[in-house]
């Protein structure tokens, strides 16, 4: 089983979130996707949705695809929630090959995660750059970035295309900078839609749209 780990506040998941799994799924060929909605992100503070709206809202949004699942794993633990300790949790609980799924910007503050080394030797990565990037420039760069903070990363043959792969010192898994089309939506500009009385249609799916109109989520 090829896993893929999506974690995120989810505040609302939107259709770039939907989009980005889905791709990743499809180009590395994953079995299964887990929503990983998180209850206190250790850098914010919480002003948006309850995290059972989030997880509701979550819920919805996958319903009807067989290829995504939620997880309550990081919602449910007492306490922030760290990548690290998510992961390890899945290796024991889902024996398959992880791949956990974010952003080229994100992965590029992993140093700044807890226990970033060990992070960096536990799962497969997929970082998704920002569309027109090329993703071996990306690479290049991240590679540079993390030698100097002595996380040396090298470069391995066999990417090409939407993908540059990359491998940390030590680590027998892969880094995939990975350029999936993305769609111009993020959580912020939905909630800032609907505080200001707009219209998120396609930004979000309809099932997430209705939930956030009947329960009065993000108005003023």
């Known amino acids: 089983m090829k896993i893929g780990l999506l974690g995120g506040v989810f505040d609302p998941v939107h259709i770039g979130h939907l989009n980005c799994a889905n791709q990743a799924a499809e180009i590395f060929g994953l079995d299964k996707v887990y ?15 309850s995290a059972e709206d989030r997880w509701n809202m979550v819920q919805l ?33 889902h024996p398959g090959e992880l791949y956990f799924i974010l952003g080229l910007d994100a992965f590029g503050d992993i140093h700044q995660w807890k226990s970033a080394k060990a992070l960096l030797r536990s799962c497969n990565f997929i970082a998704v750059s920002r569309p027109g990037g090329e993703p071996g420039d990306a690479a290049a760069r991240l590679a540079e970035k993390f ?23 030590g680590s027998p898994h892969r880094i995939a900078v990975c350029r999936i089309p993305e769609m111009d939506v993020s959580s ?20 997430v749209e209705h939930y956030i109109t009947e329960r009065g989520i993000y108005k003023k």
Do not use: C
């Open 188 to 207: 912020t500009a939905v909630r800032e839609k609907v505080k200001a009385g707009e219209s998120v249609k396609y930004l979000v799916p309809d099932a």
């Open 147 to 169: 030698h100097a903070l002595g996380l040396p990363l090298k470069r391995l043959k066999g990417g090409r295309g939407q993908a540059a792969l990359l491998r940390a010192e």
């Open 35 to 49: 929503f990983l909605p998180t209850a206190v992100p250790p850098h914010k503070k919480r002003r948006g949705a």
């Open 61 to 93: 949004a996958i319903a009807g695809n067989p290829l995504f699942e939620a997880s309550r794993h990081e919602m449910d633990r007492e306490g922030p929630s760290y990548t690290i300790d998510t992961v390890r949790w899945f290796r024991k609980n």
